[in-house]
C-alpha cells in the first residue's frame, strides 16, 4: 500500500514539465482554430480550455472532496 501511495506523488520538477506540457498543448490547440496569440480571442480559447479541463476533474471521482464520493459508497455492490 505505501508503495501505491509514494507512487501517486510527484515532484516538483515533474509538476512543472505537465503543467509546461498541457500550456503547449492548450497554445497548440488555439492556434490549430486560426486563432492569433496576443488576440482577445485567443485568450479567451485558453480560459475556456483551463475550465472545461476544471470541470472535468471536478466532476471525476479524483477530485479529492468529491460530493458523491461518500454517497457511492452505499451502493456499491
Known amino acids: ?4 501511495l509514494l507512487a501517486a506523488c510527484q515532484t516538483p520538477e515533474q509538476i512543472a514539465v505537465r503543467k509546461q ?5 492548450d497554445f497548440d ?3 490549430s482554430y486560426g486563432l492569433r496569440p496576443k488576440s482577445e480571442a485567443f485568450g ?6 483551463d475550465l472545461a479541463r ?3 476533474y ?3 471521482y479524483d477530485y479529492p472532496y468529491h460530493p458523491r464520493i461518500g454517497s457511492s459508497i452505499y451502493f456499491v455492490r
Open 1 to 4: 500500500m505505501v508503495f501505491f
Open 21 to 25: 506540457m498541457q500550456e503547449q498543448d
Open 29 to 31: 490547440t488555439c492556434v
Open 44 to 49: 479567451n480559447c485558453r480560459l475556456q480550455l
Open 54 to 56: 476544471q470541470q472535468r
Open 58 to 60: 471536478y466532476n471525476n
